[in-house]
């Protein structure tokens, strides 16, 4: 039955005979998760689950994960959303049939992580049978491109067919292209090739708009694109952007990063002045990520760094229960302790705004 509270439901007693123990299992994943919420007022009743079901969210917003296979998502998910570093993914096979966890990623935005295989077979079928259920409710459609692919036409026509069902079900939906494998490309190639297929892309995608980014797992343009991407799903962004302009204002910084505590993708930033190199922020990402996974190889946990010349000092720091924070600092009149003590200060004020609630977000990887 429906409850008064919008977007949940509240389920009657279920029964053994209904579930499995497999749907336990799924249902533990969900409560970590966030997405459902349970009650044991029938703990040790016969023939019954030990819990009800009390709260189940009903606006999962999906963002799609969409290519042929072999082109390189279940390595960028596992990069990304699991601590591989970029030499363990080759030992990853073919994705066979459907692979899926949940992840919680600032908080309130929960991805649910499909990784199905890309096969033709199952290509085919998510454009039939399965379409509606696919591409319903789509906020965010994400589609690798091997750039080495020999079956260019091919992919194009699986694209296609992904913008027509989109605009069918979810017109409203964020598109992006990701070209991937492009340290296959001679250096002195990648420019031209991904500008034309970033003009290709874009004139099929028409009406629909389309960004495109080129990747790959073994330098930090991964680390940009998903950053991008993840900033579209975050629901209060420009309210956590203002804030941290406000931050870096009071405590007189050059610049003010926040990262996502698990992935260190960037979530926002603030900078008070135009800076030389425009892919640091994805620099830094893949850098501490690195170091990070290098700390949890000697039973360590990353906490904090400090790095500092005579031009800049640099502060990264655990910030909330979700994030770390830096802040680069150019006057060195200003001492260390001041700066660490502001970062202590501003971290209840940046919890309570990771609290307000927002939609949650299913991650489908096709």
């Known amino acids: 039955m429906r409850t008064g509270q919008e977007g949940y439901w509240r389920l009657p007693w279920l029964p053994l005979f209904a579930v499995g123990s497999s749907a336990a299992v799924l249902c533990g994943q969900l409560v970590t998760a966030g997405i459902i919420s ?54 990853l096979g073919a994705t066979i049939d459907v692979e899926h966890s949940h992840v919680r990623f600032l908080g309130n935005l929960v991805l649910n992580l499909w990784d199905c295989g890309g096969q033709d077979t199952f290509m085919e079928n998510y454009f039939t049978s399965q379409r509606d259920n696919i591409f319903r409710n789509v906020e965010v459609l994400i589609y690798v491109f091997d750039v080495e692919s020999r079956e260019l036409e091919k992919d194009m026509h699986y694209y296609q067919s992904c913008l027509e069902a989109i605009l069918q079900n979810s017109p409203d939906a964020k598109i992006f292209c990701l070209v991937h494998k492009m340290d296959l490309v001679q250096e002195d190639q990648r420019d031209l090739i991904f500008k034309e297929r970033e003009e290709d892309l874009r004139r099929l995608s028409r009406p629909l708009e389309c960004a495109c980014f080129r990747t790959s797992i073994w330098d930090e343009t991964l680390y940009k694109a998903w ?44 900078q008070c002045k135009e800076q030389r190199d425009v892919h640091r922020f994805e620099k830094i990402s893949n850098i501490i990520k690195q170091f990070k996974l290098s700390c949890s190889k000697l039973a360590a946990s990353f906490q904090s760094m400090e790095v500092r010349n005579s031009n800049f000092a640099a502060f990264i720091d655990i910030f909330t229960s979700n994030t770390y924070v830096m802040v680069v600092m150019s006057d060195p009149s200003i001492p260390s302790a001041a700066t660490l003590i502001n970062i202590r200060n501003a971290r209840k004020h940046f919890e309570k705004l990771e609290r307000v609630d927002g939609p949650k977000h299913s991650l489908l990887m096709r």
């Not at 950053?227 to 799903?233: A, F, K």
């Open 38 to 91: 349970v009650q044991h007022p029938m703990r040790g009743q016969p023939g019954c689950w030990p819990f009800v079901v009390t709260r189940f969210s009903s606006l999962l917003n999906q963002v799609l994960l969409m290519g042929k296979s072999g082109s390189g998502k279940t390595s960028m998910r596992s990069i990304i959303f699991a601590n591989y570093i970029a030499r363990d993914t080759r030992r």
């Open 227 to 270: 950053s991008s991407i993840v900033y579209q799903l975050i629901p209060n962004v420009q309210q956590l952007e203002m804030n941290l302009r406000n931050f870096a204002q009071i405590i007189e910084a050059d610049e003010v990063l926040l990262f996502e505590r698990a992935t260190f993708l960037v979530i926002s930033h603030y």
